[in-house]
T-cell receptor
Framework: NAGVTQTPKFQVLKTGQSMTLQCAQDMNHEYMSWYRQDPGMGLRLIHYSVGAGITDQGEVPNGYNVSRSTTEDFPLRLLSAAPSQTSVYFC????????????FGPGTRLTVL | KQEVTQIPAALSVPEGENLVLNCSFTDSAIYNLQWFRQDPGKGLTSLLLIQSSQREQTSGRLNASLDKSSGRSTLYIAASQPGDSATYLCAAADTGRRALTFGSGTRLQVQP
């Protein structure tokens, strides 16, 4: 049982490039979410999903797209990277009913030049 | 909009000391309050979760309390150890259970 996995661990992009941050979970949890963590600030919610085919915006969704075609995977897409998107990105999963315990992935450190 | 504040931002204590980390939130309409631990370069690990109807939760040397009316939660760590050195984050869940609002964390250093 790997929990929540994220790839890649590190990534450097140039302004304007696109990429997808991968997130997968093997716990069959319905709810998944993406957060970004910037120095001196708490984590901020980007997008979340309550199940396959259902996604919604969080506090800072601009510049990011998500989709949820399966329960296991919740990729985050940057269509045209900007330096302001330099951050550490965390994916999390939890049950939508029952326990509210959140399980976080190890994070992806993204630098946009 | 919910705002979560954690004081102090950093704390250094000698091993064996009991300590309290503070968390305050502006909107008392929360579903639960959660405490996480984050080690450098790692993800977050859930420590304690207090439902809005509860007053406290305990796990080993950790005890978290919640006072919704005053918008405060505290994390008490008993008999601190060097292995407790990490950043501790609190987060308030909205009543729709869709979002966590995080504080910026308290970085704890326990000196051997």
């Amino acid at each position: 049982n790997a929990g929540v996995t994220q790839t890649p661990k590190f990534q450097v992009l140039k302004t304007g490039q696109s990429m997808t941050l991968q997130c997968a979970q093997d716990m069959n949890h319905e709810y998944m979410s993406w957060y970004r963590q910037d120095p001196g600030m708490g984590l901020r919610l980007i997008h979340y999903s309550v199940g396959a085919g259902i996604t919604d915006q969080g506090e800072v969704p601009n510049g990011y797209n998500v989709s949820r075609s399966t329960t296991e995977d919740f990729p985050l897409r940057l269509l045209s990277a900007a330096p302001s998107q330099t951050s550490v990105y965390f994916c999390a999963a939890r049950r939508d009913r029952g326990s509210d315990t959140q399980y976080f992935g190890p994070g992806t450190r993204l630098t946009v030049l | 909009k919910q705002e979560v504040t954690q004081i102090p931002a950093a704390l250094s204590v000698p091993e064996g000391e009991n300590l309290v980390l503070n968390c305050s939130f502006t909107d008392s309409a929360i579903y639960n309050l959660q405490w996480f631990r984050q080690d450098p370069g790692k993800g977050l690990t859930s420590l304690l979760l207090i439902q809005s109807s509860q007053r406290e939760q305990t796990s080993g040397r950790l005890n978290a309390s919640l006072d919704k009316s005053s918008g405060r939660s505290t994390l008490y760590i008993a008999a601190s150890q060097p292995g407790d050195s990490a950043t501790y984050l609190c987060a308030a869940a909205d009543t729709g259970r869709r979002a966590l609002t995080f504080g910026s964390g308290t970085r704890l250093q326990v000196q051997p």
